[in-house]
């Protein structure tokens, strides 16, 4: 019993050093610009998007519409590029963007360009 007690340690130590590893090594690069790509078939319910980074803007989307397609997105499209921060809302019948120096006000552009009351933040995401 002492030998499966040492090896659960063992695994929760090892797992909690691969996981704070992990996101951090996401941050290493910081981008000019930054891009929101949605699956635009399904935006409104349980959407497939990607948020992608890079130093140029078509390299941003480009690497969104990578990430969409591999969260199961068919139809993705790039909605909104940025270099602060970005925003996509979508409701059933229709879809916003925004952008702007902070995640709150991009939100609220996207959900002020979505011209439907039902309309919810799909992703935001700020560089």
């Known amino acids: 019993m002492f ?3 040492k090896r659960a340690i063992m695994l929760a130590a090892a797992v909690s050093i691969f996981l704070s590893a992990g996101p951090a090594a996401a941050k290493d690069k910081d981008y000019k610009w930054g891009a929101i790509a949605v ?3 399904k935006a409104d319910r349980d959407p497939s998007y990607g948020v992608g980074g ?3 803007e ?5 690497n969104s519409l990578k990430f969409c397609k591999e969260a199961g997105g068919k139809a993705c499209k790039p909605v909104v590029a940025y270099q ?3 925003a996509y809302a979508a409701s059933r019948k229709s879809g916003g963007w925004g952008m702007n120096t902070t995640q709150k006000t991009a939100e609220a552009k996207a959900l002020s360009g979505c ?3 039902s309309c919810k933040i799909v992703v935001s995401d700020c560089n």
């Open 3 to 5: 030998d499966m007690s």
């Open 58 to 62: 078509d390299e941003a989307k480009d």
């Open 39 to 41: 699956d635009l078939e």
């Open 115 to 117: 011209d439907d009351d």
């Open 84 to 86: 602060e921060c970005g």
């Open 54 to 56: 890079g130093d140029t």
